[in-house]
């Protein structure tokens, strides 16, 4: 049977439809293999079923060996991928998209309303013993029912945020991938005229060489003051430095992250010393929904790739963000 590395132990779901077909080498370990032990589990490998968290490059695909066919990614994002190597090589790259989307999309809104009216702060305070009373400005937060809210890469997760937004009487702008019109009812507009008008911003766009930075520290002087900003796509898509300084002077009322650069964070990172940013653990897939049915397409991919048949979720080509 071929050799497939498989780099964390993913839902059953999708490692019993493997077993049956596959010689399988699963990485055990709850963190990802370390770069040697990816190599050295790599070498040989028809197959590689990866995660975001590992670097698959040309020198894992040397370690490999000829013999790789195929890489079956469990994830949406690709940016740990060289898909440009990989292509040179004849060798197919699957994800999983779609599956992970309402799941996502229900993430990004529950940290936008978690932002808004500061329910950190407010638990923090509770669990301290510091609640005395009702007090009349006591953690004011933000309205988000007929708030302008900005999207950012406006894909299938962009655009069921857009649709939870409806629900809130949200007037919904949007820029980057995705058709000019939508049942989401979003305006369309260049990016600078989403940052100045927008309340709250949602970030769901790919992390290219393009869109790397994209929230740097110009943009978000150009934002509104008090305004959200809130990322459940790729934490390089944001210059987290200035982050930090957008919060501390004032100039954001908070921030809420699921991504971030690296993950996890260090204990001592600024981010986790404001109080007004919300940091949770990548958990934008996390339902058992969710995993396992991404489980099942990335074992679909990878025997398909196996087999020299067409994978039914192939790897984009990389498109860069439009204004």
């Not at 007929?146 to 999207?151: D, E, P, V």
Request: include cysteine.
């Amino acid at each position: 049977m071929p050799r497939v590395f498989v780099s964390r132990a993913i839902p059953a779901a999708g490692l019993d439809l493997l077993r049956p077909h596959a010689d399988l080498d699963v990485w055990a370990d709850r963190l990802p293999p370390p770069r040697e032990a990816l190599l050295e589990r790599a070498r040989g490998c028809d197959g590689l079923l990866t995660l975001l968290t590992d670097r698959i490059d040309a020198e894992v695909m040397d370690a490999a060996g000829p013999g790789l066919r195929v890489i079956s990614n469990y994830a949406v994002g690709l940016d740990n991928v060289d898909l440009a190597e990989a292509a040179r090589r004849g060798i197919r790259v699957g994800h999983t998209p779609g599956v992970l989307t309402q799941a996502t999309a229900d993430l990004a809104f529950a940290l936008l309303l978690a932002a808004a009216r500061r329910l950190p702060e407010a638990e923090r305070l509770v669990k301290a013993g510091e609640w005395r009373t009702w007090e009349p400005t006591l953690l004011l937060g933000r309205d988000v029912a007929s708030a302008t809210l900005g999207i950012v890469g406006f894909g299938r997760i962009g655009r069921a945020v857009a649709e939870r937004a409806r629900g809130f009487r949200m007037r919904v702008l949007a820029c980057g991938r995705g058709p000019n019109t939508d049942p989401a009812g979003a305006e369309p507009v260049a990016l600078d005229e989403l940052l100045a008008r927008s309340d709250f911003i949602s970030l769901h766009a790919p992390l290219t060489p393009m869109t790397r930075h994209l929230v740097n520290r110009d943009a978000l002087r150009r934002m509104k003051r008090g305004a959200v900003l809130v990322n459940t796509a790729r934490g390089g898509l944001v210059d987290q430095d200035a982050l930090a300084q957008a919060l501390r002077d004032g100039h954001l009322a908070a921030a809420a992250l699921d991504v971030t650069t690296p993950e996890p964070l260090p204990p001592g990172d600024p981010l986790l010393q404001i109080p007004t940013c919300l940091v949770v653990p990548h958990v934008g897939s996390a339902t058992l929904q969710a995993r396992d049915q991404m489980a099942r397409i990335a074992a679909g991919n990878l025997l398909a790739g196996l087999r020299g048949e067409p994978l039914p979720h192939p790897a984009p080509a990389p498109e860069p963000l439009r204004d």
